[in-house]
């Protein structure tokens, strides 16, 4: 069996032209949906990240402010711009890049933005939210990940799903989603005993550990579907992900490539929030 690939390209463009539609309608409504990005520092793959998130900003028709501060920004001056993003009216999202810098306590400065803004789905209000099948905003890559399955047609219903990794960001409300949609979870992590034995009983498999080759073929039921999280280098610079994709797409049904697969779902995913936001601030 040579797998069929989920292209996370193709449909995060689909899924755009629906925010597109969305955001056109509330500026209809004299409306403009906006996004605050934060960035504090000058880390290289955070520069990157936020110029593509300020990009789709462009690209869907959404007002955008990237804020710049220095690494020496204090915690305490850092709080006092999320406030004032939160009291902002034309900001309807607000996104703060990790890392932070390590005199800031990242879960203090999520704490501070508004949970109606949480666009990234990082505040303790949002993962309880998750956590209790109540409505919030979900964390954008997993959620990428649900819209992924959902464009397979992929019923979830009683069927085990294996997540590899047990981040805040996304293996958590991964697992979370996933048992919302009835499959039956089992988070693995760097203390999991016989990985291999685990991911063999899986229907469908999530890796978001962050290194190469932690899912090989012989850790794949046939016909599993695999959707790979990880963002990483080759021994030749080449991005690729957690997944040994040669190997693994000859036994699965569906996978995800990387580049090309998760990455673009998780700014659109971004997209999406920032518009709900924006609809739900006029009560649409
Ligand atoms: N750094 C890496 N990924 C993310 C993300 O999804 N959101 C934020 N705020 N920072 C990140």
Redesign the pocket.
Known sequence: MTAQLIDGKALSQQLRNDVRQGVATLKSQNITPGLAVVLVGDNPA?EV?VRNKVKACEDTGMHSVLERHGADLSQAALLERIEALNQDPTIHGI?????LPAHIDAQRVIKAISPTKDV?G?HVTSAGALMTGMSGFW???PFGCMKMLESIGYSLKGKHAVVIGRSN?VGKPMALMLLQANATITVCHSGTQNLKALTLQADVIVAAVGKRNVLTADMVKPGAVVLDVGMNRNGAGKLCGDVDFEGVRQVASHITPVPGGVGPM?ITMLMMNTLLAAQGSVGA
């Open positions: 955070s990240y996104l703060v890049q990790l890392p990234d990082f964390p954008c890559t960001i998780t």
